[in-house]
Every structure is written in structure tokens, then in C-alpha cells.
């Protein structure tokens, strides 16, 4: 660490750490090895021949996490503002590659000023390599991204490609074009924090999957993910040697979830907990699309993908936020091989202009083929309300579920009573003279249509269970399911997600 000691207090004085701290705080004890330390630039143009760049400004190596190995990078903003050149760029990119061929996580600390402007297309150069091997990386090996500085221009591209991006207050900035050229081409006063700070993009845009309010807590937050993910495509999730689990405490809460009232909202990270093993629930993308709730979890102490409406959040309805948010977890887990375990309680996707001109057919159309598409075990439990197509939509039969329960007072249909009676018996609706005909008819829509007993009739529900069994049907199913062979896809090169 003594060469990088002349440049610490540069970033103290920003409340930041240095770029071999970050490495430090985030890998085991003495586990980070540095290479390419040598390598810097060759420019010789705008009299970049006289400046001195330390290893490029990018400190690259690989460590450990957890005992695992992973490599690493760090961008060192101290040095040239950490600005990307040609050599800077190579590093990472050769450092990938590496990592592909290791089969080991990819971790980038991202702290720069953007591209190195003196060496012209060198820069891009750099940039179009390292995005290059971002892509080559997606499903082989997992890639995070930390937010630590400026991210701006073409260097927010590698961190929209990986899989995890992780945000700091007070210190993440991530936008294409930063606050001067917004005033420049829009006569617009903005901060650097209102344009692309942490919690911009963890609540608003869904770019960032996590927000710590220190870089502390970023790091720490970072190896918990590792523990939770497979380290490399095929390697197998392997069970806790402990886990903990409350039987009667859970079997009990459970069972007093759902409110009387059925149109009344709830918290579904409360059934979450009432299944998963205690105080294991992480969740991915909290503060976005909130109606949704994603996140991965233990049971009986193997890593589960959990997907669930959260009737809490405008009902659970699925918007175009939220279907994203949805069918990018789903394909994150099933390119990793880890289960899924989807909670159900949706009453619909949210109608109305404003979601038809954001495309919430295009966006929706991504949860049916992330799901319809995912070969991993798919477990699915509805907890109340499954109408419509959005029923369809959250990992039914007929997308593919290898099990589909349902809790008693679960209500399937196309819609519910009072929309479909709205539908079938407008006339009678308006007449009050029809009152106890229309009381009638919901009696009827609700015993004939909507009841779980309909679907299980039907093979569309495996079973209809109590809601204090949910955890061990759960667990058994996956169990059950644990050497899942998928038959083979017809024949294709890829298919079109409709993105």
C-alpha cells in the first residue's frame, strides 16, 4: 500500500476512500494481489507525454471474498481524475477476461471523470473492449459494479451491463451527460445529486439494485451477495452447514397475514419471512417499483430467487416498472440456476394511459417470457388474488411451473366480482330495484368462478394448502425438484425477448 499513501488524503478530504482502501475494506485480509501495475499510457498527443500516470490510473488484481476468489479493479480518481484510455481500459478488459476463463465474480469500483479526452478515439478503444467483455461475462460469471465517484458519459454503459450495481450517498453519480451539459443544451440548473445521485437511481430510474448510506456498508452488502450467488455458471448451490428456523413462531404468524377484509393491503415480505430461513431474505431493488418485491433468500439453508406482488404498494398491481423489475431477477436467477419461489397476489396490470404509453404491454410481455423462458425449479404460491393475465403472468402452470399451491381464500378468475358483474350485469347494477339479484350474483361468481378449488379441479393448482404448510410444502417441492433436467428447446440461436 505505500506507493498509493501520497494520494490518500486527496480522497479523505471528499469523505471518500482511496481506490486501494475500497479493495482493501471489500477483499479478505492481505487476500488482493495487484496486477499490470507497470502498464500506462503510450499517448503522445496534447502534450500527454510529459504527465505521469500511475498504473494507468486502475488499480486491477484478484482477491478473495468470503474465502472464494473473485477479481477485482478499482479506478483511482486521484490519478488523471481516473479518467478510461486505451491502457486503462485494456486492463479491465484483460482482467475479464481472466475472470471468465477463472470462473470467478467480477468486482469494479467505479470512480471517474470518464473518458481520457487526450488520446481521442484510444479512449473509446478502451471503453468499446471493456463493454466487449462485459457481455462476454453476463451469464458465465457475475459482475457488480460499485458506484464510488463520477460515472459519467460512455463509462456508465459497463455498469448498466452487469448484473449488480451498488450506490453510496453522497458519493455515486451516474448519468450519461453531467449537470453542465444539461444547462448547455436545456438551460437547466441542476445538482450532480438531483441528476444522478444514489438515491435518484435507486428509487426513481431502477439503474442501482442497492443503496448504502457509507461505503462501509456498500462493501459489506457486497460480500453478503456473494454468499447468497453462485460464483461462477454451474457451480452448485451448496446448503449452509446451519440454518435456523423457527417452526411454531412462523407457523403462527403466518397464519394471521391476510387481512379480513379483501381488498385490504399487507406487507408480503411478512409471508417471505414466515418461509425463508430466519433473518435471510436480501432484498434486490427495494426502494423501485415497490409493488413488486424481489430478493434472494436461504431455505433450509440453500440460496432461493424469491418473486413477489406486494398488496402493501397500489395492491400489488404489476406496472411497467415492476415488470421489469420482475423479469430482470427472474432471468438473473435462472441464468445462475438458483429456484424461484414466486409469491401471488396480483390483482391485475395497472390500467390506464399513462401505462399504455410506457408500454406496459411491451414491459409486461417480459415477466411471461422471463418466466415461460426460466428452466430453473419454479415454486409458486398464491396467496390471495391471481386475476387475469396477470395471473397468468406470475409464474403459472401454464408458463412453466413445476408447482403451483394456493391458500384457501385464494381468488382466481379473470377479474373480480365486482368488474366482471359490471361486465355481465350492467342493467341490473344501475337498478337498485335489482339489488338482492346482483347480491345474488356475486355470491354465485365468487363459489362457481373464483375459488382455488375451480383451478385444482382443473390440474392448474397442485395443491390447495393451509398457509401455516407453505414453508414445508415449499422446501419438500424444492427438494423434490433439485435434479430438474429441462427438455431440450427447440431448435434456435436465441430468442427475442421483447425488450
Not at 498509493?4 to 494481489?33: M, P, V, W
Not at 460499485?146 to 463509462?155: D, F, L, S, W
Request: glycine share 8%; hydrophobic share 40%.
Amino acid at each position: 500500500m505505500a506507493k498509493y499513501t501520497y494520494n490518500l488524503e486527496k480522497q479523505h478530504a471528499k469523505g471518500k476512500l482511496h481506490a486501494i482502501e475500497r479493495i482493501n475494506a471489500l477483499c479478505d485480509k492481505e487476500s488482493f494481489y495487484e496486477i499490470y501495475s507497470a502498464a500506462h499510457h503510450q499517448c503522445t498527443s496534447f502534450g500527454m507525454d510529459a504527465k505521469e500516470i500511475p498504473y494507468d490510473g486502475v488499480i486491477t488484481g484478484f482477491g478473495k471474498i468470503n474465502g472464494k476468489k473473485v477479481a477485482v479493479y478499482a479506478q483511482d480518481f486521484t490519478v488523471q481524475g481516473g479518467s478510461l484510455g486505451k491502457v486503462h481500459g485494456q486492463k479491465i478488459a484483460e482482467l475479464m477476461e481472466k475472470a471468465i476463463e477463472s470462473r470467478c465474480p467480477i468486482i469494479g469500483i467505479n470512480d471517474s471523470g470518464g473518458a481520457r479526452i487526450q488520446e481521442g478515439v484510444d479512449a473509446l478503444c478502451g471503453y468499446g473492449e471493456l463493454f466487449y467483455q462485459n457481455v462476454r461475462a453476463s451469464g458465465t460469471v457475475p459482475q457488480i459494479s460499485i458506484i464510488a465517484g463520477p460515472c459519467a458519459g460512455g463509462a456508465v454503459y459497463s455498469p448498466g451491463i452487469t448484473d449488480f450495481i451498488f450506490a453510496v450517498d453522497k458519493i455515486s453519480q451516474l448519468f450519461i451527460t453531467g449537470p453542465k451539459v444539461v444547462k448547455s443544451v436545456l438551460s437547466l440548473d441542476i445538482t450532480a445529486e438531483d441528476l444522478g445521485g444514489a438515491s435518484i437511481h435507486s428509487q426513481k430510474s431502477g439503474v442501482a439494485h442497492f443503496r448504502s448510506e457509507t461505503e462501509k456498508e456498500c462493501y459489506e452488502n457486497v460480500r453478503k451477495l456473494l454468499d447468497y450467488i453462485p460464483h461462477y455458471y454451474g457451480e452448485e448451490i451448496v446448503a449452509a452447514a446451519k440454518y435456523k428456523f423457527d417452526a411454531h413462531k412462523k407457523a403462527k404468524k403466518i397464519a394471521s397475514v391476510l387481512p379480513e377484509e379483501s381488498k385490504k393491503g399487507y406487507d408480503i415480505r411478512e409471508v417471505i419471512d414466515c418461509v425463508a430461513d430466519d433473518n435471510s431474505f436480501f432484498e434486490v431493488m427495494k426502494e423501485f417499483a415497490e409493488m413488486a418485491v424481489v430478493g434472494f433468500a436461504k431455505i433450509e439453508g440453500k440460496s432461493v430467487g424469491i418473486v413477489a406482488n406486494n398488496p402493501a404498494v397500489w395492491g400489488g398491481l404489476l406496472n411497467c416498472d415492476s415488470s421489469d423489475k420482475i423479469a430482470r431477477f427472474v432471468r438473473y436467477c435462472d441464468s445462475y440456476n438458483i429456484p424461484l419461489v414466486t409469491f401471488v397476489d396480483v390483482p391485475g396490470f395497472l390500467p390506464g394511459p399513462d401505462e399504455e404509453q410506457k408500454g406496459i404491454i411491451r414491459h409486461g410481455a417480459k415477466v411471461i417470457y422471463a418466466y415461460s423462458e426460466a428452466t430453473v425449479p419454479k415454486v409458486t404460491v398464491i396467496t390471495r388474488k391471481a386475476y387475469g393475465g396477470a395471473y397468468i403472468a406470475m409464474c403459472s402452470k401454464h408458463l412453466g411451473a413445476d408447482f403451483v399451491y394456493a391458500w384457501p381464500k385464494a381468488e382466481i378468475a379473470v377479474m373480480g366480482a365486482e368488474g366482471a358483474l359490471e361486465i355481465l350485469y350492467a342493467k341490473e347494477m344501475k337498478d337498485p330495484a335489482q339489488a338482492a339479484f346482483v347480491a345474488m350474483k356475486s355470491k354465485e361468481y365468487h363459489e362457481t368462478i373464483m375459488t382455488p378449488e375451480i383451478a385444482a379441479k382443473r390440474d392448474y393448482i397442485s395443491e390447495i394448502i393451509n398457509p401455516e404448510e407453505t414453508r414445508e410444502r415449499v422446501a419438500r417441492s424444492l427438494e423434490f425438484l433439485e435434479n430438474k433436467v429441462q427438455n431440450a428447446a427447440p431448435a434456435k440461436k436465441h430468442g427475442n425477448i421483447p425488450l
